[in-house]
């Protein structure tokens, strides 16, 4: 994980931690899920329509850590999004 390291002392990408430019792994650390969070925030803030993308990342990635209780709100907001704009 050195990479991961490198990257984010290197980048001024504020996603840094949350994928490896040279292995291409994807981080499940805190840092990550920190970033996640705060893109979602401001693209909610923005209306943007990459918040639907962010949000269903985040809750797997919070799910994959059995971390349930957080990511089932997310997954609620998500399906409910789908469904208003169908």
């Known amino acids: 994980r050195a990479c991961l390291e490198r ?3 290197s980048s001024t990408r504020r996603d840094a931690a949350y ?3 040279t292995c ?3 981080f499940r650390d805190e ?3 920190e970033l ?3 893109r979602l925030d401001a693209q909610r ?3 943007s329509a990459g918040a639907l993308h962010s949000m269903s990342r985040l809750a797997v990635e919070l799910q994959a850590q ?3 209780a957080e990511a089932e709100p997310l997954l609620r907001e998500a399906l409910e999004v789908c469904r208003a704009t169908r």
């Open 7 to 9: 990257w984010r002392r």
């Open 19 to 21: 994928r490896c430019g």
């Open 24 to 26: 291409k792994v994807e």
């Open 31 to 33: 840092l990550s899920l």
């Open 36 to 38: 996640l969070r705060a």
């Open 45 to 47: 803030e923005r209306g």
């Open 66 to 68: 059995g971390r349930l």
